[in-house]
C-alpha cells in the first residue's frame, strides 16, 4: 500500500500536481504491474517495477527501438529508475485476445488482425542489426529449455528421469537447438502473443517487449500462431504464416526461398517455445502461486505433440511425452 501511494505521488507530479483515479490496468508473469491513471480527461498507464526485482532501462531502450522501427508502442513520457516507475501513453484496453474471442468464429477479424500484426513483426524486423539486442544465443536457449525437466516433470509431475530418459531429453533438445541457432537473426520480441497486442490505431499496440533479444526469425511467428492462449486451425495458421513468408521475402528479409523449410523451421521453433512455456506455467504455480495459467497447458502440451509425431528426429521425444503422461504412442504422419 505504500509503494501504491508513492507511485499515485509520483504520477500526479508528473501531470500537474492533482490527485489522480487510479486503478489496476494489467498485471504479468513478472513482478511488474501497470495501473491507468485519467488526468485532464486523458488516460494514461503508470508502469510500477521494482527495482530489486526489475528493471526499467529494456522496456526503455526497446520502446525507442521499435518506435524508431515505425510500430505503435508506447511513449515513456516521465521516468524514475530509482523507485522503479514510468508514466506511459495509453494503448488501451483490448487486447487481441479479448477482441478475438468477442468475435468468434468471426474469422473476419483475425485475419485483420493477424495480418496487421505480420506487418508489424516485419518492420521490426528490417531494423534489425547485430550487437543492438542481447543474443538470443545457445545458452539462453538452453536455459529455457532446462525449465521443462526442472519445473514441469520433476516438479509438476512429480517424475525424475531415469538415465535413458534423460538421454532423449538430451538428444532431442541438442536437434533443437541445432535447427534454431542455424536459422537466420533478427529482432525477437520474444512475447508476440494475442496477450500482449492490443487493438489500437494503428494495430497492434504492442507491449511487454522488454525482454527483446537478436535471435532466430520464425520465433515470434511461432508466439503467435502456436499462441498458448488461443488457438486456431492448422489451415488458418498456415494461410497467415505463408502471408508472413510472402511479405518478408518481397522485404528482403533472410527468410528460405522454400515455404516447406521455413514451415519446418517455425514447428521447430514452435516446440521449443512449448517445452520452455510448459516449465514458465509450472513455475508460475508452484512458486508463485499463479493458477492462471494451468488451464492453458494442454492447448500446449497439444502443439508440442503434434509438431514431435510430425518429424522422426523428435519422435523420441512423443514417446517419452506418452510414458511421463501414461499414454500409448499413437500413430502420426511423419514430414
Known amino acids: 500500500m505504500e509503494r501504491l501511494q ?30 491507468r491513471v485519467t488526468a485532464k480527461g486523458r488516460d494514461y498507464i503508470v508502469m510500477d517495477a521494482p527495482p530489486a526485482h526489475e528493471d526499467c532501462r529494456p522496456f526503455i531502450a526497446v520502446a525507442r527501438l521499435f518506435a524508431d522501427a515505425g510500430v505503435h508502442v508506447p511513449q515513456v513520457l516521465a521516468q524514475d529508475l530509482d523507485q522503479g516507475f514510468l508514466l506511459l501513453t495509453d494503448l488501451g484496453n483490448t487486447t487481441y485476445l479479448s477482441a478475438l474471442d ?37 545458452a539462453l536457449l538452453t536455459r529455457e529449455l532446462m525449465l521443462f525437466p526442472e519445473w514441469y516433470v ?11 530418459q534423460q538421454a532423449v531429453l538430451d538428444t532431442v533438445f541438442g536437434r533443437l537447438l541445432a535447427n534454431n541457432l542455424a536459422q537466420p537473426q533478427v529482432y525477437v520480441h520474444r512475447d508476440w502473443h494475442s496477450r500482449n497486442l492490443m487493438v489500437s490505431d494503428p494495430n497492434p499496440g504492442i507491449l511487454d517487449f522488454q525482454d527483446a533479444v537478436y535471435g532466430p526469425i520464425t520465433y515470434d511467428l511461432a508466439s503467435i500462431y502456436r499462441d498458448a492462449y488461443i488457438q486456431w486451425d492448422e489451415e ?18 533472410p527468410v ?15 516446440a521449443q517455445r512449448h517445452l520452455k512455456v510448459l516449465g514458465i506455467f509450472a513455475r508460475l504455480y508452484h512458486r508463485d502461486g499463479k493458477d492462471g495459467y494451468l488451464k492453458d497447458m494442454p492447448r ?4 508440442l505433440r503434434m509438431v514431435c509425431e510430425r518429424y522422426d528426429e523428435l519422435k523420441q521425444l512423443l514417446f517419452l511425452l506418452d510414458a511421463l503422461q501414461d499414454k500409448q504412442p499413437q500413430v502420426g504422419y511423419t514430414f
Open 6 to 35: 508513492a507511485l499515485q505521488d509520483w504520477a500526479a507530479r508528473q501531470l500537474g500536481g492533482e490527485s489522480l483515479d487510479i486503478a489496476p490496468a494489467s498485471a504479468d508473469a513478472s513482478f511488474r504491474r501497470y495501473f
Open 102 to 138: 468477442e468475435a468468434a468464429p468471426d474469422q473476419g477479424v483475425a485475419r485483420e488482425l493477424y495480418l496487421a500484426s505480420n506487418d508489424a513483426l516485419i518492420r521490426i524486423q528490417q531494423a534489425s542489426r547485430p550487437g543492438v539486442l542481447p543474443e538470443y544465443d545457445r
Open 154 to 164: 520433476a516438479k509438476h509431475l512429480g517424475v525424475t528421469l531415469n538415465d535413458d
Open 236 to 253: 488458418l495458421q498456415l494461410d497467415w504464416v505463408i502471408r508472413y513468408w510472402e511479405k518478408a521475402r518481397a522485404a528482403r528479409l
Open 256 to 270: 528460405p526461398d522454400d515455404f516447406g523449410a521455413f514451415w519446418r523451421d517455425f514447428e521447430w521453433m514452435g
Open 300 to 303: 500446449v502440451m497439444g502443439y
